[in-house]
């Protein structure tokens, strides 16, 4: 009966059609069943997730609260430790300590008949950077609502039409053209699809920086699961279901919803080494993946960007919506991990589908031998800029020869203007990205050009010039290590005295392990962050030896420099590179047009 209710009210009020299962998550499905509770008169108060007040999956319950009761009172305690850097140091203290990373807020629903109207939001934020105690002395000053109004506290919010409360769209941003539109077929957009990566549900298991390891793991994770399938469908008369009935050992194999089924149905599976391919996994780290159907939970669409690794395609990786992390993009010519970005979606240069018997058209194409190429690889290439979006572009330039490739570019280079990311914040934290044509063609030559430079960069990551950083190795010349003395099991950085006093790490030094330490490290190449922290930090993150709790596997990223580069260094040479690959894309970055739309 709850559930049929917040169907009903927070579901049914809502603009968007996934996300669904979040709206019944225990604190949401508390307020809906105390809503109903306190009747036509009376106040519902909770201490809760502060979720609600921002997620996009959310909307729904928002305009249902609004439209509910007469006055609304939020104390937004902030405390969201699911963010990084500056943004988790700005949310302060988590209230409740380590019993809860999430933001947290105290809500008072009022109902009063005699209210001449609703739409009453107050809304008070407590403030950044404050410890749990400073916080919990600032609650208990106020003691009431009535504190928040005596210190002139609170905010007045006026929803907008999309349901949002705080960080309120700019409506400017439905003039531009959409990167592309699952929900109206109909609509003009720039791309044809685009989609999310891959999401597996059994990272430890299917990802792995050695080739070898992967395919000896995997392969005994198919032959476990055959034998529960042959040991379920032996024992008749077995009772127990397939959950209880299948070994917990969590060494063997991680079961999920769809595997499980599978044994109840019998399903045996033939361990597929072909299926073994690259992938990147975090920024600028890859790593082999098992890109098998059974065992991924979903591939998305990316077998039709992606298909195999010997067919050429690039896709701009961007940060999905609903998450707290601020908008970034990557270029990728690789499978992605979903968590790549967080919640990300990749826009595909090319799609590719499989090669019939027919003779294939190649239709009008800019590059017919690469098109033949894929051709004789067993698969049909089509462009992935829509024609729409083509001449979209063509009538903003007329004179101009454009090709959908430039576009593509031109798109990557404006996804990273800072002018557009700052004015359009709050519409790519909910929505994806619309791209506006500039005024000059001037400056879409600029963005386009800068795109292709920064693709280069993001992409060839492993080849650039490596930063010449001072190498710090004892007294022996580096040409004398070992490559024992590469193997590196977790970079860090050294701990300094700010002028607070306070101990924090030293930016410009990497204790790389215990023979070298990389020093003179530029600050400002920390200044390119993707994906919630600096590309240096993710080298430094994950070029390391890491055991799985549950499974005890153990990934070392050495074996990807020994297996796969050929090159003991590879993680240290990775480091200074990725150095320059962050200072060459703040150069280009700084170098964009202003945004003159």
């Not at 917040?6 to 579901?11: A, H, L, M, P, Q």
């Not at 791309?191 to 995997?218: E, P």
């Not at 962050?582 to 970055?589: F, G, I, K, M, Q």
Request: aromatic share 12%; net charge negative.
């Amino acid at each position: 009966m709850l559930d049929a209710r917040i169907t009903d009210t927070y579901i049914r009020s809502s603009i968007r059609s996934d996300g669904k299962s979040k709206a019944y998550d225990s604190y949401i499905r508390a307020i809906r069943w105390a809503s109903d509770r306190v009747g036509e008169s009376g106040i519902v108060g909770f201490v809760t997730n502060a979720g609600f007040l921002e997620a996009n999956t959310a909307d729904g319950l928002r305009k249902c609260l609004a439209e509910e009761f007469s006055s609304i009172y939020v104390f937004h305690l902030r405390g969201n430790q699911r963010t990084q850097g500056e943004l988790s140091r700005k949310e302060g203290g988590k209230i409740f300590g380590s019993g809860s990373r999430a933001p947290i807020a105290i809500t008072l629903l009022v109902k009063n008949p005699q209210a001449k109207n609703h739409d009453n939001i107050y809304w008070h934020d407590i403030g950044d950077y404050l410890t749990r105690e400073q916080k919990l002395e600032k609650i208990g000053g106020f003691v009431s609502v009535e504190g928040i109004a005596q210190a002139d506290g609170w905010q007045t919010i006026v929803p907008d039409d999309h349901g949002d409360w705080l960080s309120q769209r700019d409506d400017t941003f439905n003039q531009f053209i959409n990167v592309g539109d699952k929900k109206d077929r109909n609509s003009i957009t720039l791309f044809q699809t685009y989609s999310m990566g891959v999401k597996t549900n059994r990272d430890d298991w299917v990802f792995s920086s050695s080739f070898q390891k992967l395919s000896s793991r995997t392969e005994r994770m198919v032959g476990f699961y055959n034998s529960e399938v042959v040991r379920y469908l032996t024992d008749k008369g077995n009772s127990k279901s397939v959950v209880d009935f299948v070994s917990d050992d969590k060494s063997k194999i991680k079961w999920t919803s769809d595997l499980l089924n599978d044994v109840e149905k019998g399903k045996e599976y033939v361990f597929e080494r072909d299926d073994i391919c690259p992938a990147l996994r975090r920024p600028f780290f890859k790593q082999y993946l098992y890109k098998n159907k059974a065992f991924n939970w979903t591939r998305h669409l990316m077998d039709s960007f992606f298909p195999t690794p010997a067919i050429d395609n690039k896709s701009i990786y961007i940060t999905g919506t609903g998450t707290a992390k601020e908008f970034t993009v990557m270029m990728t010519d690789t499978l992605p991990d979903f968590q790549l970005l967080a919640n990300g979606q990749a826009l595909p240069l090319y799609l590719y589908e499989k090669a019939g018997d027919d003779t294939i058209d190649f239709g009008d194409t800019s590059d017919l031998f690469a098109e033949k190429a894929a051709c004789e690889k067993g698969y049909t290439r089509k462009d992935g800029i829509t024609d729409e979006g083509l001449h979209h572009f063509q009538e903003a330039y007329p004179g101009e020869q454009l090709a959908k490739e430039d576009i593509f570019y031109y798109v990557y280079g404006l996804l990273h203007s800072p002018d557009y990311r700052e004015r359009y914040a709050d519409n790519l934290s909910k929505e994806l990205p619309r791209i506006p044509c500039v005024k000059t063609a001037k400056d879409f030559w600029h963005f386009s050009n800068a795109g292709r430079e920064l693709a280069d960069l993001h992409i060839n990551y492993e080849t650039v010039e490596p930063y010449s950083a001072t190498l710090d190795i004892g007294k022996r010349k580096l040409a004398e290590l070992e490559a024992k003395d590469f193997y590196v099991t977790k970079m860090k950085h050294p701990k300094v005295k700010n002028d607070e006093g306070k101990s924090v790490n030293d930016l410009s030094t990497v204790i790389y392990n215990h023979a070298i330490t990389v020093g003179e490290i530029p600050v400002e190449a920390y200044d390119y962050v993707v994906n919630g922290k600096p590309a240096i930090e993710w080298v430094v993150e994950r070029q390391c030896v890491k055991t799985d709790k549950d499974s005890g596997i153990v990934n070392d990223a050495n074996d990807w420099a020994i297996e796969t580069m050929k090159n003991p260094k590879y993680p240290l040479e990775l480091l200074l590179r990725v150095i320059t690959v962050s200072l060459e894309t703040n150069r280009v970055v700084i170098g964009l047009p202003k945004l003159d739309i």
